[in-house]
């Protein structure tokens, strides 16, 4: 009975995975509870249909969009002071202990961040969104990802780097894409649909669709 109604709770939400056979109903249970909790939670803080976790700390929350059956887990914190609107698409995921900074320093104000629906990323990732964050649909993402929407200025050796600015292009991630863990983005960089990028990769300039990149910095790997 709880392994049918758990599946149809998968259905409604438009996951199309089926259950294994061996997991057992404690962890369903557990499972479940903790969802309604965290639509509570959401409910009381938000006034919408978000799953939300422990300590998580929102900065003008009214610049966020949120799709449906969006997930944020315990202690993240959301920066949306951005110029443009914080975008979460349906059934988005971010992991605990994530970060979206959007304006970094009162110099500069920031972009933002736009997900797409059916992409979910793992825990302890940093958004830096200052430059603009732009994600595809059905973008899988692993833990210890890192985004660095701008560049500091260093040019004038006369002057602190500090002192310098900065200079965003911002950056763009296709449909259908898979990441490994502990990748890093750099400002600029573009990367097509249907990639797969390998765990520890730096990734700077443009890829095309249906590749396999890796390395320091990321090269095309293979081709798809």
Known sequence: MIKELYQKALSRNGKNYELDSRIPNSLLVYS??????????????????VFLGKKTTFLNKKNIVFGNNVT????????????KKIEFGNN??????SSV????HMSKYGIGLKIGS???IGRFTEFGASGGIEIGEDVIMGSYISFHSENHNFN???????EQGVTSKGIKLGNNIWVGAKVTFLDGCEVGNNCVIAAGSVVKGIFSNNVVIGGVPAKVLKNM
């Open 32 to 49: 479940l509870f903790n969802r309604v909790i965290m639509l509570f939670r959401g409910f009381l803080k938000l006034r919408k249909r």
């Open 156 to 162: 004038d050796v006369s002057k602190p780097i500090r």
């Open 72 to 83: 944020i887990e315990q202690n993240c914190f959301i920066d949306a002071y951005s110029s």
């Open 92 to 97: 988005v995921k971010i992991g605990a202990f």
């Open 101 to 104: 900074s959007s304006t970094s």
């Open 118 to 120: 059916n992409s979910g």
